[in-house]
């Protein structure tokens, strides 16, 4: 109620394209609480500058993490920049990391202007005109 819909300042402000990827990752640092914590889970979707994962552990926006990538074992300080919904006892919380790191994932981002129409995405797909995995 009284929220407004465009209201969604987070997606405004977002500065790559967000790609929907399952990463393993490891995160650590603390709770609401103050307690130690080390959870480890899949990002839903991942950017140049962080990603949005789902946890159990509950994190205070702003706080300190280190998000490691489970095949790479890098490490990475983020902080936490948004705070999403909770579903089946997990919350969606979105992580921003220090300085950006768009080699930390090993994936090409496409540019913010992309669109599913850009002549990129119509030569890409030409490219694939079998869905076999051959």
């Given at each position: 109620?009284?929220?407004?819909?465009?209201?969604?300042?987070?997606?405004?402000?977002?500065?790559?394209?967000?790609?929907?990827?399952?990463?393993?990752?490891?995160?650590?640092?603390?709770?609401?609480?103050?307690?130690?914590?080390?959870?480890?889970?899949?990002?839903?979707?991942?950017?140049?500058?962080?990603?949005?994962?789902?946890?159990?552990?509950?994190?205070?926006?702003?706080?300190?993490?280190?998000?490691?990538?489970?095949?790479?074992?890098?490490?990475?300080?983020?902080?936490?920049?948004?705070?999403?919904?909770?579903?089946?006892?997990?919350a969606e919380i979105g992580l921003e990391f220090s300085s950006?790191?768009?080699?930390?994932?090993?994936?090409?981002?496409?540019?913010?202007?992309?669109?599913?129409r850009s002549p990129e995405a119509r030569t890409v797909a030409?490219?694939?005109?079998?869905?076999?995995?051959?």
């Amino acid at each position: 109620m009284g929220q407004n819909p465009n209201g969604s300042s987070h997606v405004a402000r977002r500065r790559s394209q967000r790609v929907l990827m399952q990463v393993a990752v490891r995160i650590r640092g603390e709770d609401v609480q103050g307690k130690n914590i080390e959870e480890e889970t899949e990002t839903l979707a991942i950017n140049a500058h962080g990603a949005l994962v789902l946890m159990k552990a509950r994190l205070t926006s702003g706080s300190k993490v280190l998000l490691q990538h489970k095949r790479t074992q890098e490490e990475q300080e983020c902080h936490v920049a948004f705070l999403g919904p909770v579903r089946a006892g997990k919350a969606e919380i979105g992580l921003e990391f220090s300085s950006p790191r768009p080699a930390f994932w090993r994936v090409a981002f496409p540019p913010e202007d992309w669109t599913p129409r850009s002549p990129e995405a119509r030569t890409v797909a030409s490219h694939r005109g079998d869905k076999s995995q051959g």
